[in-house]
């Protein structure tokens, strides 16, 4: 287990994978250290912030609209399918919560199924496809899925309404158009609901079921800072890094690490302790060392995304009475994309 375990309000435990367990219990509370003979880690909040502003991530290191197969991604469609995908978003939370509305079994997969449905709709499986959980497995599926899809995508007959994502594909009319456009739907739809699911996952595990006086933006904050789903960031070798400190070599890539910034013991009170109402008297907007978006000269585009879709559910979670199962007192962290815990078994108190 854990030498830096998390102290949940219900006392479950958090196991992680092996070399994030190394790098808690080794390096929390540093500001620098090398991992790698040639990658730098960091999570003094101080440096964190002066390496983030000595200058902007680049095309490569912004994973959304990062190069499709060596075609850019043009700064208007990067607009387009953000806009898209943020109109989405706001219309799937203009509608009720639904009633009923079953989400026990296995999270994160339930939620992330509740979430493709609520903001996509039930589109054709080609789209669907595009949003599932197991294309994480490896970039060579995703790109099956892509190339596939866009060979045999036709409009559908029916009249149901289509997503603004899925209709930006569907205006595509060459291949290559159809498979760049395809690949784009995958890259801003897919994370909405993996970070929202891992996100509410993380809360529910680390303290359902919830005090009625504790808000939701105060769990989401809680939850954001213990488990933060992004958590690193990586900057590649930079002469402007150096600049800022002399211990980073110019051939150095730096990885930025807000995982450990959010449990340094000279930012926070009981660091490892799951303690929402801390938050009533805390800005996460500009707490030093609190990065779960990113920096504030360059938030993640889908942060105004993923709070509310966050909140409502929730809503939903406390609105019928949701927890873990008693059964199930261990979660496990993996080593993957994001920071989630596994295979939690929900049901109704």
């Known amino acids: 287990m854990s030498q830096r375990p998390i102290v949940s309000h219900r006392g479950r435990q958090v196991r992680f994978a092996p070399k994030i367990d190394a790098l808690l219990s080794r390096h929390t509370g540093q500001d620098l250290f090398r991992l790698e003979p040639d990658t730098i880690g960091v999570a003094g909040a101080d440096l964190l912030d002066a390496l983030l502003r000595s200058r902007p991530a680049n095309t490569e290191e912004r994973p959304t609209f990062k190069p499709v197969r060596g075609r850019n991604v043009e700064r208007a469609d990067a607009s387009a399918y953000m806009q898209a995908v943020a109109a989405d978003v706001r219309q799937a939370l203009q509608r009720p919560l639904e009633t009923p509305a079953d989400l026990t079994g296995l999270w994160p997969q339930v939620p992330h199924d509740y979430l493709r449905d ?118 590649v070798a930079s002469p402007e890094f150096t600049a800022v400190d002399p211990r980073i070599g110019p051939a150095d890539d730096v990885l930025l690490l807000p995982l450990l910034s959010h449990r340094d013991p000279a930012l926070w009170e009981e660091p490892d302790a799951f303690l929402p109402e801390r938050w009533a008297d805390l800005d996460p907007d500009d707490h030093p060392g609190y990065l779960p978006f990113g920096h504030a000269n360059e938030r993640c585009w889908g942060r105004h995304m993923v709070l509310p879709l966050a909140e409502r559910l929730l809503d939903l979670v406390r609105r019928d009475g949701l927890t873990v199962s008693p059964a199930q007192t261990v979660g496990r962290v993996e080593l993957d994309g994001l920071m989630e815990v596994s295979e939690v078994r929900v049901e109704r108190e």
Do not use: Q
């Open 118 to 235: 609520l903001v996509f709709g039930r589109e054709l499986g080609r789209f669907r496809v595009l949003v599932d959980r197991r294309l994480e497995l490896t970039p060579k599926l995703t790109w099956s899925a892509v190339t596939s899809g866009a060979a045999l995508l036709r409009r559908p007959s029916h009249t149901e309404p289509l997503s603004k994502l899925a209709t930006l594909v569907l205006d595509a009319a060459a291949y290559p158009d159809r498979r760049y456009a395809m690949y784009l739907y995958r890259r801003v739809a897919a994370p909405i609901c993996f970070t929202v699911a891992a996100l509410v996952t993380n809360a529910v595990w680390l303290g359902a079921p919830f005090d009625d006086a504790v808000p939701n933006r105060h769990l989401i904050a809680e939850a954001l800072r213990l488990l933060p789903p992004s958590w690193n960031i990586l900057r």
